[in-house]
């Protein structure tokens, strides 16, 4: 099994409408990640989470929240999706020394 | 937030040496990385280097690190068609909040 499972691998979605990307890790560690992947811009962070009761904004958080609902699950929505959110969302955890970041397989979704 | 860049692009033959470069900006990072992210696929980590290290071998992989000049290169020996991937350079700042990647150098190894 993954140590970062997200689900929907795939997804395409209406303007306006509310979309969840859920992500749970079997690695037990407190750190989670949401990045989002777009062509030539590299991984850009949209927000994270150090335990259960913390979350914080990244670099690009508007149109967004999350949910740490667990140790292992940290869930993304987008409230009102809108087209520029087409793009490839990642989920990571890392240790507490950050010496690495695992990924999950990520999830693609495409507002139209 | 941090500066990590990358060529976009790099091809190269199979059998040839592949280096792809990256530069950053805090010199505070204890941890700098090499991810490879295959198609279709999530980021995978290929190797990390310690600040306080000039270089790191394993097997194929060499990084170089240059402090001074903020420099990170990642070598691949006897580049094979199954490296053809996407390689991205991040950093980790000390402040220790997230990682810091670049935009991503798409490897194509020509047969």
């Known amino acids: 099994d993954a140590d970062v499972t997200q689900t929907p691998r795939n997804r395409i979605t209406k303007t306006g409408k509310r979309i969840m990307l859920e992500c749970s890790q079997t690695?037990?560690?407190?750190?989670m990640y949401w990045y989002r992947q777009d062509p030539g811009l590299g991984l850009r962070l949209i927000y994270y989470?150090?335990?259960?009761?913390?979350?914080n904004k990244g670099e690009i958080s508007d149109g967004y929240s999350v949910s740490r609902q667990a140790q292992a699950k940290f869930s993304l929505s987008l409230e009102s999706a809108i087209p520029n959110q087409t793009a490839l969302y990642f989920c990571a955890t890392s240790d507490p020394l950050n010496t690495e970041a695992f990924f999950g397989q990520g999830t693609r979704l495409t507002v139209v | 937030g941090e500066d990590v860049e990358q060529s976009l692009f790099l091809s190269v033959r199979e059998g040839d040496s592949s280096v792809i470069n990256c530069t950053y900006t805090d010199s505070s990072s204890t941890y700098l990385y090499w991810y490879k992210q295959e198609p279709g696929a999530g980021l995978q980590l290929l190797t990390y280097i310690f600040s306080n290290m000039d270089m790191k071998q394993d097997q194929r992989l060499t990084v170089l690190l240059n402090k001074k000049d903020k420099h990170l290169s990642l070598r691949i020996a006897d580049t094979q068609t199954g490296d053809s991937a996407i390689y991205f350079c991040a950093e980790n700042p000390n402040t220790g909040n997230q990682f810091y990647f670049g935009t991503g150098t798409s490897l194509t190894v020509i047969p």
């Open positions: 690695k037990g560690h407190d750190r």
């Open positions: 989470s150090f335990d259960v009761k913390d979350i």
